[in-house]
Structures are given as structure tokens and as C-alpha cells.
């Protein structure tokens, strides 16, 4: 990943790649998988008594830590010097976004980790392979009493990190489709939206003895309503570029007349990831409806619309620069 800064024929290049596409995708999977199941967690139903093995909860508890450790070790690779990536985690400077979400990525990850340990604590302690883990099991039950505060410190760093990723975008000036407040909402709503899909088809699929379907209600309920809040913020972020006018304003005219990038936006992005999970939640899962079948068709549209919205974001705003 290269510092884009200065004279501005260098935009005329990627160097912001499919990694840090994926990275940014997987950041904001990571938190958003985080707050559904603390989210799922904290919301008990009448019929779910013992919500911390909900299918919701440990698929979030799973998603987590394995996609943020993903996420981490693509952004590593694309360094160019992965041995110096120890230099971000003990040099901050905190007028720096980076630094900043660095930082809350140092506290999260192991949280999520932790998190996870103790979802998964029954496992843990009756398959062999994961009998190692039984005392760090044990040393996080000493904490118990301040249990409820850790996971409300948790859901704060992961709506942390789901914004930090737009952050990081955000600061770059010279790139119109990026240096825009809109962003950092935009990505930890999609991230979020991404989470939830992601999760129903984990629960539907890994932990199906442990499903509860008020929960996959409450669920649909949500990733329609982050999706119904996606296109009035896409709708802010296009309309404040053609009003910012100047670079911002050719950018977006660039955009859109671009034979790739208009297509990725309106055939993946709009009508695969956001207008297909509202027309099916308004006909075949009307009223939120328990159809597995339809459900999973829902979550991999909304899957493949955030994947590719990350990837619009990130090569049409490099591509499309508005000089």
C-alpha cells in the first residue's frame, strides 16, 4: 500500500490493489460479524432462553476473528515489507487515521479471539485438538463478573473499526470518490448489512441445530434497514461530489461514463447487492418470513454487492481521478 500523496500523474496507476479491496471488505465483515452476535446476544427472544448458543451468536463469534485475521494478513503481504509491519504496531502518531486504527485493531483482534473462545468454550473443552486452549478458557472465566462490560467495550471498538476503514479512505484529498465524510458511514453500514448475510448463511449451514428463527427475523429486519439507509448514503456521497464541483465533479462524470466501472456500479453494486435483498424482502419474504431458500439467495446478493461495492470504491476512485 503506497502513501498517495504528491504530484498526481501517479494516480493514473493502481496502487491501492484487490488487496486492500478485499482487506477493507473483510475489516468491515470482521466488526459488523461482532455486533450481530453481541447484537443477537443481548436481544433474547421468549423462545431462546439461552442465547449465547444461538447459530447468530457463534457465527458471529467464528466470522470475526478469522475474517479481521485474513483482512490483516492481506494488508501485511501488500506492505511489500512484511517484516516491518511491527514498526505500525509500536510507533503512533495520533493525528494519523491509520495509527489510530491500528490501534484499535491491536485491542480488537484479541478481544474477538477471546470472544470467540468463550462462545465456543463447550467445544473447546470436549474435542481433543482444542484441549490446549482449556486454560485461557479458564482464565477468561476468572473475568466473568465484568463480562457484560467487555462485550460492551468489544461492540464499541468493532463499530471502531468498521468506520476506520472508510476513515482511512477518507483522508486521501486527492482522490474525489474518497475524500468525502460519507464514506466511514457508508462502509460500516455495508459492513454491517455484509455481517449479517454472512452470518444467516454460517448459521444456516454450520449451526443449524442452534438456529432460532425470531432470531433470523430480527436479523432480516436489520440488513433491511441498513440497506434501505446504503442508498440515500451512496445517493449523499454522489450528490455532495457533483456540488463540490471541480475535480469532484469530473470525477463523478468519469464515474459514470466509464464503460467498467458504471456497469460494476449499477449492475453489481445497485441492482445485485441492493435493489434484488429489497425486492425480495418486500415479495417472497414479506413480513420477514421463516424461507431458507430465499434467504440465502438474499444473503449472497447482499454478499456480492458489498464485495463489489468495496471494489468500486476502491479502483473507480483511483482510475477516475478528475484530471
Avoid at 493525528?95 to 485491542?107: A, P, Q
Wanted: charged share 10%; with cysteine.
Amino acid at each position: 500500500m503506497n502513501n498517495m500523496a504528491g504530484s498526481l500523474a501517479q494516480y493514473n496507476e493502481i496502487y491501492w490493489p484487490w488487496q486492500i479491496a478485499i482487506y477493507l471488505f473483510l475489516a468491515g465483515l470482521s466488526a459488523g460479524s461482532v455486533m450481530v452476535s453481541l447484537l443477537v446476544k443481548f436481544n433474547k427472544h421468549e423462545s431462546n432462553t439461552n442465547s449465547i448458543w444461538d447459530a447468530m451468536v457463534r457465527a458471529g463469534a467464528i466470522t470475526a476473528p478469522l475474517s479481521i485475521s485474513i483482512g490483516l494478513l492481506l494488508l501485511i503481504i501488500d506492505l511489500g515489507k512484511p517484516l516491518s509491519f511491527y514498526l505500525l504496531l509500536i510507533k503512533y502518531n495520533f493525528t494519523s487515521v491509520m495509527s489510530i486504527g491500528v490501534l484499535c485493531l491491536l485491542i480488537y483482534t484479541p478481544l474477538a479471539f477471546l470472544y470467540a473462545l468463550i462462545i465456543f468454550e463447550r467445544e473447546i473443552k470436549n474435542i481433543a485438538l482444542f484441549k490446549m486452549l482449556i486454560p485461557i478458557v479458564n482464565l477468561i472465566r476468572n473475568f466473568a463478573r465484568f463480562s457484560k462490560n467487555i462485550e460492551y467495550i468489544l461492540f464499541f471498538l468493532a463499530l471502531c473499526v468498521g468506520v476506520y476503514t472508510g476513515f482511512l479512505l477518507s483522508a486521501i484529498s486527492k482522490v474525489p470518490l474518497w475524500n468525502t465524510p460519507i464514506l466511514p458511514l457508508l462502509f460500516l453500514v455495508s459492513g454491517f448489512s455484509s455481517a449479517i448475510a454472512a452470518n444467516i448463511l454460517l448459521g444456516l449451514f454450520c449451526f443449524k441445530a442452534q438456529l432460532n428463527k425470531e432470531n433470523i427475523k430480527y436479523l432480516l429486519v436489520l440488513d433491511l434497514r441498513a440497506i434501505l439507509l446504503e442508498i440515500p448514503i451512496l445517493l449523499l456521497l454522489f450528490v455532495g461530489m457533483f456540488y463540490n464541483g471541480g475535480d469532484s465533479l469530473i470525477s463523478l462524470k468519469l464515474i459514470f461514463n466509464h464503460e467498467f466501472y458504471s456497469k460494476l456500479f449499477w449492475c453489481g453494486v445497485f441492482a445485485v447487492g441492493l435493489l434484488m435483498p429489497v425486492i425480495i424482502a418486500f415479495t417472497v419474504l414479506k413480513n420477514h418470513t421463516y424461507k431458507p431458500v430465499f434467504i440465502i439467495i438474499n444473503s449472497i446478493c447482499v454478499l456480492i454487492g458489498v464485495v463489489l461495492l468495496r471494489f468500486f470504491i476502491v479502483y473507480a476512485g483511483q482510475v477516475c481521478i478528475g484530471v
